[in-house]
């Protein structure tokens, strides 16, 4: 349970508009942006409020200057630091990746770089990028062909989607574990990912979650020292996940399964009644896992 006191007003307000007018019913508080912050062992302080939080950390937010030692907010995810950033911030909206990517414009040196490498792993042609959306398909649950009709922006008459790339100088190193259960975002997020720097990030991560009402997915990905975080709508009424159908089919192999065995079974009461002088007979058989025997 988070205990908050707000410190100033519209922190609980009504919602907020959008830019392109589009009808978003709400921005929750804790995806307000958050102007500073300072965080003590299961307290902080910022510019929302103060905060009770499961957390074992010192850390120091202000604009473009960011300071972290300890373990992170447990809800967030499993995440050690011990490292300090200059960092900016570049925002995009579109109606589908292509457009977010188009959108997207950054001077740092190696953004176009991180750009191209984005473009690729998202990409619905490319091998490669079948293989990254594959993957994040199983994270999220999702069949692989709806995930890229999201992305696609298939569904036009949804919010628009948002990019928000960080980059990011640091000195010091990270190490995170996502395994699915809600973030302070409201986020299932579930990956791997971590960093060591020394001036500039090393690194390649990937997140992906969806928010507890089902109404949007997020996906964090780690190139280089960009970090690119995509929030995309998605329809209310989804397709059956692909792990239904495979259960079915378990099902139907687990039935020839048990089937097999008494076919079994026969044939060899069958070969017994052949024998005339065998008083004792042993027979055993193994079919996947499973051990008949008869005697």
Known sequence: ??????????????PLAIEDGSAEEEVKPAEAEIWWEINFPFLSICSEGIFFRPQ???EIRIPYVHFEAGIN???DGLRLALKGELYVVATASGHSVWELHDNIHCDTIGFSQALSAAKATLSTTATAGNVAISKMAGLLGFEEQYLEDVLNGEHTDLPSMTLRVKCAKALGCSAQLNLGWCDTKGYHMAGIGGLVAAGA??????????????RSIRVIIGIL???FQYTIPIPEQQPLLAIEDMSERCLEEEESVIHLPRKLERSLTEMEDEETDDADSGWS???????LVVT
Do not use: Q
């Open 73 to 75: 907010d447990v809800r």
């Open 201 to 214: 990030h090393l690194e390649g991560n990937m997140f992906a979650g969806k928010h507890y009402d089902g």
């Open 225 to 227: 020292n960009f970090t």
């Open 1 to 14: 349970v988070t205990l908050a006191m707000p410190l100033r007003h519209g922190c609980f307000g009504p």
């Open 285 to 291: 058989s193994e079919c996947t896992g499973s051990e």
């Open 56 to 58: 074992l950390k010192f």
